[in-house]
């Protein structure tokens, strides 16, 4: 468990408008959608999606290196990467395995319309929705096990979208649709109280010797 009163000694070092901001933000993150990026080529396209998923609100991203590994681009991040919770996986089926054991349903997002269009989608079960390669998309391990595929409808004579574009299109409208329902969608307030935690340490360069002051006074 985090020490609580640890957390607002910490909290005291930062300006009050830190602290509004950051309970701002963190009255609308959630866990209830999360994503998952599968062997993505193009850094630019992964660092993009963690940026999406921190303005829309998304807290955890799942990164599968399978075949492509690379660090994230901060600067297109634009330091997403800071305030997200960027999960890595060796293997899809290890990140499907943990997904699933968390709950979530598996949404395979593809640019073929013979499955559920976007705005059909139902926000009320927790979903992992997953992106795949810019050229072969997701993978069939993550097709065979989804429970359900989406896509985005198109009416030009492209037939698909950047992964970054449709990730953006997608977390948008479900967020959206999200926070229109009564359902619990917030973290809880443990969930909550390891953040403040994390970001109070992330914003506070002398953080640890400020943590051993306070247990030296314990």
Known sequence: MVDIKLVEYLESFLTPRRL???????NKRTNHFTVAIEDVYQ????????????????QNVHVIEEVNIKRIDREIAMGAQKWVDVNRYPTTKDCLTTLKSKGYQIVATTPHDNSMVLQEFDVMKPSAFFFGREQQGLSDTVLESADCILHIPMVGFTESLNISVSAAIILQHVTSQLRKTNIQWELSEVEKLYKRMEW???????HEQIIARYHEND
Not at 20 to 26: A, D
Not at 200 to 206: D, G, H, P, Y
């Open 20 to 26: 509004g901001l950051y309970e701002k933000i963190l």
């Open 43 to 58: 850094l630019h396209n992964t660092s993009a999606v963690i940026r999406s998923c921190d303005v829309f609100g998304v």
């Open 200 to 206: 109070a340490k992330k914003a506070i360069k002398s």
